[in-house]
């Protein structure tokens, strides 16, 4: 490529060698695009591990091709070959959506003439209801830890946390002392896109995290809410295993994700009357499309509902007897 391209550190899913070819300079390129916009790591990491795949995959099946040279024929083929190695549909639409931010990237730079990947729709995903939990296996779930313990204590805390505000796990590890306001009742969080929200929290998950950091001040003055029982924060894969661990000890029939205390609130003020937008707002969605897919989950419940509350069963008029019609002309 002739254009200079500047040093940057190395990122998981790529070669550390200059030499790896055009198609590995163009993608370092463009991550450090993407973190020098200030994109969060994990959003950094997520545009390198796919496109590092896609580098191995030309490397193995086209590698003499550059990315002036690309086709959306070959985008194709690359699609195809992950949804045969048994991907799903919503992983590759995810590669082709960080390839199509690679390639207009290029295209802005003028590393390349045209945008090969524009020419490229994304697979029609299976519209699945998201998975939440009603109220029976929230109860068995949230009587799992065990509050005697400091890592009980603190999980049950962050369960409750959110479930009550719907925060992303992101937000909810990424929360410092100086977030919350006690006298609101609220957490400040930057979400997706370095977004401030402001969100508030019930009584109940007050107290538990009122009772949480009195004993977590014993074991460290780290700024950060959510620690372990050694003093350091928090990790997302430590969250998310607990959230599975104690999916499986509730007998619960799918596995439990940290996301999904998110929908499961979600769900829940919908069902309650919450407005979508309303729910929007508090989620931090740009669009109601997310939102939109919690709706189609809370209107499983309108057949119920018409049974409960039907308007006209509900009048308890009196029945009425059928009488024989008389023939006309006979008063």
């Known amino acids: 490529m002739d254009k200079r391209l500047p040093p940057h550190r190395a990122l998981p899913g790529f070669g550390e060698h200059e030499s790896a070819g055009d198609f590995r300079e163009a993608v370092r390129a463009f991550i450090f695009e993407r973190d020098s916009r200030g994109l969060s790591p994990r959003t950094v990491e997520w545009y390198g591990k796919r496109l590092g795949r896609f580098c191995s995959w030309l490397e193995a099946e086209c590698p003499e091709t550059t990315p002036p040279a690309t086709t959306p024929d070959l985008l194709r083929r690359y699609l195809a070959a992950l949804v045969g190695r048994g991907v799903s549909v919503a992983t590759a639409n995810g590669s082709l959506r960080a390839i199509k931010a690679l390639f207009a990237f290029l295209e802005s730079e003028g590393f390349v003439a045209s945008n090969p990947a ?99 001040g014993r074991i460290t003055d780290h700024d950060r809410v959510f620690i372990t029982a050694c003093g350091d924060p928090l ?86 007897v059928a009488t024989r019609s008389r023939p006309e002309g006979n008063p």
């Open 118 to 216: 524009r020419r490229v729709p994304q697979r029609r995903e299976p519209q699945h209801l998201p998975r939440v939990l009603d109220e029976g296996e929230l109860t068995r779930l949230l009587a799992q830890p065990n509050p005697k313990t400091f890592v009980g204590l603190r999980d049950h805390c962050l369960m409750l946390l959110l479930l009550d505000t719907g925060l992303r796990i992101s937000e909810a590890l990424g929360l410092r002392l100086a977030d919350i306001d006690w006298t609101q009742n609220a957490v400040t969080v930057l979400g997706k896109g370095s977004k401030e929200r402001r969100v508030c929290f019930g009584n109940t998950c007050r107290r538990a995290l009122w009772r949480y950091l009195r004993e977590r």
């Open 235 to 320: 990790s997302y894969y430590r969250a998310a295993h607990s959230s599975r661990r104690y999916g499986r000890r509730a007998g619960l029939s799918q596995p439990v994700s940290a996301h999904t205390f998110r929908r499961t609130c979600a769900t829940m003020l919908l069902r309650s009357g919450a407005s979508p937008f309303h729910v929007q707002a508090l989620l931090g969605h740009t669009t109601l499309e997310m939102t939109r897919r919690y709706c189609r989950v809370a209107n499983q419940d309108l057949a119920a509902l018409q049974r409960q509350h039907g308007v006209v069963d509900r009048l308890h008029m009196p029945p009425r």
